[in-house]
């Protein structure tokens, strides 16, 4: 079965620091990987998926295969930052496959 | 810019009563998800619809949630009788193409 696990609920760092946000997962075909962030009182939105490559506010997220991993990183992380982050997996073929979400982790960008 | 509207924003009912939560998804956007999500975990997929057809209700519990979208595009969802363990929130998205990037704001469900 599919399954995404988070291992960290909370990660707290300094403004200025890097920061990662690990994600795996479990899925036997090829994936489409995706990190959702959530704001403080703002709705869940759409950060990044990993066939677009891109970096969004300065995150990027490659997808490994080997490591079955598809973590999230910033170089210099913001308070603005701060922030709930989940990690969701789709089946690899059709645009009905539903979503495997992580349990989330809460980012803590502290000045 | 176009959101998804959801109503209400919050709700709180007595256990085994029926309740019923509106979404109106983003014009155009011919996939609609419900999704519940308890306080510290992810969210959960209730049900998935294209247009007005159900394409995904495996985790739905039918025996007391309905959920239905008769002209494809706003959606219902309802429970009834509520139970205690039905508080959470639950979460509207639309979506083309498969990408599900337009979530509501959520209705934060309380069964007292």
């Known amino acids: 079965a599919q399954r995404v696990t988070q291992p960290e609920k909370l990660l707290s760092v300094f403004k200025g620091a890097p920061v990662e946000l690990k994600c795996n997962y479990s899925?036997?075909?090829?994936?489409?990987l995706f990190w959702y962030v959530q704001y403080s009182r703002q709705r869940l939105q759409l950060l990044l998926r990993?066939?677009?490559?891109?970096s969004i506010k300065g995150f990027t997220a490659d997808l490994n295969k080997g490591e079955t991993s598809f973590h999230l990183k910033k170089p210099f992380a913001q308070e603005e930052d701060s922030a709930m982050y989940y990690c969701?997996?789709?089946?690899?073929?059709?645009?009905?496959?539903?979503?495997?979400w992580g349990l989330g982790t809460s980012l803590a960008v502290n000045p | 810019e176009a959101e998804v509207a959801q109503s209400p924003r919050y709700k709180i009912t007595e256990k085994s009563q029926a309740v019923a939560f509106w979404c109106d998804p983003i014009?155009?956007?011919?996939?609609l998800y419900w999704y519940r999500q308890i306080l510290g975990q992810g969210p959960e997929l209730l049900v998935q619809?294209?247009?007005?057809?159900?394409?995904?209700d495996s985790q739905l519990p039918k025996d007391r949630f309905s959920a239905e979208r008769l002209k494809g595009v706003d959606s219902t969802l309802k429970i009834q009788p509520a139970e205690l363990g039905d508080s959470a929130m639950y979460l509207c998205?639309?979506?083309?193409?498969?990408?599900?990037?337009?979530f509501g704001q959520g209705t934060r469900l309380t069964v007292v």
């Open positions: 969701a997996l789709r089946e690899g073929a059709g645009n009905n496959r539903k979503l495997i």
């Open positions: 899925y036997s075909g090829s994936p489409e």
């Open positions: 990993h066939i677009s490559r891109e």
């Open positions: 014009s155009g956007h011919a996939t």
């Open positions: 619809f294209q247009d007005e057809s159900v394409v995904d």
């Open positions: 998205a639309s979506g083309s193409g498969g990408l599900q990037a337009f």
